[in-house]
């Protein structure tokens, strides 16, 4: 019988901010005891806060702030997209007068939030998978608004560009019907249990049935938490076209890229590629996993975070990138000073 998701046991504070006509919900989990920092963390595309709990969980000594995005979970669309679709047969993707639900429009979600909550330059952002870009966006073109930048899964390559290009397509290929078909038919595809499990086995590598159960139940209980297929489509042709890449060379913040050995949106070759392109940049490859790291490894991703987090990072010269192997102090290609480093943990 597959495993209730287990719920973080820790204190969950829901508030609500007015965002351009979106009414966001928002869950903060204060530290219990001391706190060594506060982070911000945007899930990815169709996901909601649930997404993160397993990190959350793994991170009590950090008060942590998730707010579901405009058009998914909890979270009304922003001014001008209907939540149901438009009545008496009219057109159900009105022309928005708000902003759109992609990296930008995201990104004032984040701007509302650090002001109402008034999260300081020292707040810590992180980013699961498309909020990877959300947050790295953000973070380029508001300099210094955050210490420290967190990508989990980053995107780091279009997705029709990928090695998994032949995949992408289909994906929106199953978008694209979803949208023409009329509303009932294509509705019903678009919440689809059985493409919702595709999709889940596809991106699961774990063998542990537990595990397996567990991501297979948070995708039916929460994939399809979008309000109309219409933020569904902006959120869609946001997530394969915008990456981190495009704006990586202007974050002067420190920033760990915590990635999957397996990923199929982002292979380890071009996650190395984008690490170089970051001023000060950290790479840390987890085995056995791929896009799915905040369910499959979660203990792994927060033993790094917590590891970037308590280090120290200081501006070096550019130089090689290298690999470094913890435990044997093997470095492959020259040492020379590098402000990319990139460790690989296998478990």
Known sequence: MPLSPPQTPRRALKS???????EVSCWSYPAPASCRGVILAVHGF??????????IEQLPDYTIIVPDLPGFGSSTPFSGVSAHGAPNGAPEFPASTGPRHDVAGYGEVIGALRG?????PATILLGHSFGTVVAASYLARHPGSFGQLVLVNPICEPALEGSQALMSRAAGAYYAAGARLPATLGEALLRSRLVTDAMSLAMLKSTDRATRAYVLDQHRRYFSGFTS??????AYAASITATVREVAARINEPTLLVVGEQDE???????????RTFPRATMRVIGDVGHLIHYEKAPEAAALIEEFLGARHPWVPRGMPRTLYPGDGRRNG???PDRSTERTRTS
């Open 46 to 55: 169709r996901g909601d806060h649930h997404g993160l709990a397993r990190i």
């Open 265 to 275: 949106l982002g292979s380890v070759p071009a996650q190395r590629s984008l690490a």
């Open 334 to 336: 020259p040492r020379q």
């Open 229 to 234: 297929r219409s933020t569904l489509r902006e």
């Open 116 to 120: 109402e909550l008034g999260l300081g």
């Open 16 to 22: 609500i901010h007015h965002v351009h006509g979106s």
